[in-house]
């Protein structure tokens, strides 16, 4: 059984702050996927499914953020499951928004969820990290993840979600890469080489004449004036 746990606070004061992608993250792949309905359980809401070929349990802590490793080591505990079993999905400040990172262990960069899961599991968990940009200095970092997203960021932020949904099988599995491959190609896709300029390119573009260089002008002067000139 593979765990992965999103990160965030619970209430409807905070449903929408950068602080719980990680729940929004959990809550898109149980929708997509099928899993079954949220339950209470290990200080927070559990969902069961499939992911591939994988049994996934999926977890919103409900200790609130500082104290997420209370939730997480309880359910690791009675499930006897490792800390490699476990994926964590958070907002991470140091990556630009939409930008997706997966890695393994680590410090927690001064991220209350992640200290505290360090204290309850240890750092060898999986990571998933979600940016969400920083605010310019650090200590405006509490005030701005504990807000809401703008409406600016509505486009990125749902295909990034999409993408971690898409690719949750893969990162079920151990494929690392190609979930992360998965997510980036979400939010950036790359372009088609048949892709034709649009018509507003096309009109500022400068014509090109069919006929081939213009003749040039008929001399209407008489003999007389011609030699006047060549002589001036």
């Known amino acids: 059984m593979q765990l992965i746990v999103g990160l965030g606070n619970p209430g409807a004061k905070y449903l929408k702050n950068r602080h719980n992608i ?33 049994k996934v349990l999926l977890l919103k802590p409900e200790t609130f953020m500082n104290l997420s490793g209370q939730s997480v080591g309880a359910a690791m505990r009675f499930y006897k499951l490792t800390p490699g079993d476990v994926t964590v999905i958070h907002d991470e ?15 927690h960069a001064g991220h209350n969820g992640l200290r505290s899961l360090h204290q309850h599991i240890g750092d060898g968990y999986q990571r998933v990290r979600l940016g969400v940009g920083h605010p310019g200095r650090k200590e405006l970092v509490p005030h701005y993840v504990l807000q809401d997203f703008a ?4 486009d990125w932020l749902d ?32 372009r088609s080489s048949t892709t034709q300029a649009s018509p507003q390119a096309a009109d500022t573009a400068p014509a090109k004449s069919a006929a081939g260089p213009r003749p040039e002008p008929e001399d209407t002067r008489s003999p007389m004036q011609r030699l006047i000139d060549k002589f001036r």
């Open 93 to 107: 400040i140091d990556l630009a928004p939409g930008k997706l990172r997966v890695k393994q262990g680590g410090g």
């Open 151 to 154: 409406k600016a960021d509505a």
């Open 159 to 190: 295909d990034l979600l999409r993408g971690i949904s898409d690719g949750a099988a893969h990162r079920a599995e151990g494929a690392n890469d190609s979930f992360q491959k998965g997510g980036a190609h979400r939010v950036a896709p790359a």
């Open 22 to 54: 990680g729940f929004m993250a959990v809550d898109r792949i149980a929708e997509d996927h099928g899993f079954g309905p949220w339950k209470s359980k290990f200080q927070g809401q559990i969902a069961e499914g499939m992911l591939g070929r994988e």
